[in-house]
Each structure stands twice: as C-alpha cells, then as structure tokens.
C-alpha cells in the first residue's frame, strides 16, 4: 500500500537531548512537510520540502532542523533548543508544489521525561 | 500574517440533524481550501476540498461552500451520524508556488445517538 510512514509512534526526550522523528513516503511526491499539533491548537508547519535537497523554514521552526537528501524520507530532528517539545508531530506529503492535497502519517508524540 | 480563524470550537447535534462549520482567511490570495477530520489520536484525513474558482461543491453528506468576497467557506454535514464525531480543521492555501496551508484551530463535533 502506498503512504506515509512515521516512527516511531511514542518517543521520550531528556533534557539536552537530540532526537529524530521519521518520516517516509512512497507515494513518489515531491513535497514533504512537518507540523506540529497542540491540544486546541490547529497544526502549525515546522519545515517544508518542495524538491529534494531543498527546504524551507515554516511558521514554527526554531528548535527544529531537517533533511532532504532522498525524496522518500524528511526526518526531523527536535533539538535540545526546543524548551517546550512536548506535542503531536505529524509529516504530510503533497504530489508537488502549489495548491495540492497534503496527505498525512499517523503521527509521533514525543514527551519530555 | 495569514490567518485562518474557525467557528464554532465545539458543535453537539443530534443524529440525523445536520452540522455547519464555518471558516473565515484573510489571504485574499488563497486559492485552495481542504478539510480534514481527525479522529481521537489519528491522522488528519482529507474529506473534501474547494479550489477559488468554484463556490460550492459536494460529496454525498458533505458539502463545502466559498465566498471569495468576504473570504469565507463553511463546511456542510447532513444527516449526520455518530461516526461523523470527530476533529474537524479547516485550512488554506499560502497563494502562490508554495503549499503552504494555514489550519485553523479545530471544531470537536459530536454527534448525540
């Protein structure tokens, strides 16, 4: 089945830790996106790739690096200049830049221990 | 900035009764409007969209309208169903070469068997 993969599903951050969240599609789409999704809040975008080897910062993307290097995977790295991690990540993958369908992956929620 | 603001935040309705949820932009350069429902600790999914050059469209019990004018589009759910308890976002396009969606925050409707 075509889609979006995301992993892992639960993920636990120490203090000045690093992690990554995975993101992978095989719906041979162009661009990728991330968002971030808090209780009563819609999702705000993080990072967006429109090609590979490119990308843009969103509305939110302090704290947070990505990577384009194939146009399968964007995996996002939460870095430990993020005071405030805690949330529901969600990757979405649209078939090409401008007004196009974005579809989702089942999400990674990541807490802080 | 852009900005997409949704009312209402919570919508009960009886089975059968039909539910309104109503979205207003300020980017008068938007040109594509999705909505998706998310159901409790899942992906956002796609249930219909509207492009700026159509003012209403419909699909079996959903149906979206658009008011360029005054920049805004309603969701339409008749005969609704328990099964139609969910998240429900709207969002909009950022214009121009990107894709870029502005979401807005979510109406939890919940629909009273």
């Known amino acids: 089945d075509g889609g979006i993969t995301q992993s892992p599903k639960y993920l636990f951050r120490k203090e000045g830790q690093n992690v990554t969240l995975s993101c992978e599609q095989n719906l041979n789409h162009d661009a990728m996106y991330w968002y971030r999704q808090d209780p009563g809040q819609g999702l705000r975008l993080i990072y967006y790739s429109q090609i590979v080897n490119d990308f843009q910062k969103g509305d939110i993307a302090e704290g947070y690096s990505v990577s384009r290097e194939k146009k399968e995977s964007f995996p996002l790295t939460v870095t430990s200049a993020q005071k405030n991690p805690t949330a529901f990540y969600l990757c979405?993958?649209?078939?090409?830049?401008?007004?196009?369908?974005?579809?989702f992956g089942d999400g990674t929620r990541l807490s802080i221990l | 900035g852009e900005n997409v603001e949704q009312h209402p935040s919570t919508l009960s309705v009886q089975e059968g009764d039909s539910a309104v949820i109503k979205c207003t932009y300020s980017?008068?350069?938007?040109?594509?409007f999705p909505w998706y429902k998310q159901e409790l600790g899942k992906r956002p999914q796609l249930i219909i969209d509207?492009?700026?050059?159509?003012g209403e469209k419909k699909d079996q019990r959903i149906a979206v309208t658009l008011n360029k004018t005054a920049k805004h589009f309603s969701l339409h759910i008749t005969e609704t169903q328990p099964e139609d308890s969910a998240v429900y976002f709207c969002?909009?396009?950022?214009?121009?070469?990107?894709?870029?969606?502005?979401f807005g925050t979510g109406t939890l409707l919940a629909v009273q068997p």
């Open positions: 509207i492009r700026s050059n159509v």
């Open positions: 980017d008068s350069a938007s040109n594509y």
């Open positions: 979405a993958s649209s078939i090409g830049p401008g007004s196009q369908p974005q579809h």
């Open positions: 969002a909009a396009s950022g214009g121009g070469a990107t894709n870029k969606l502005i």
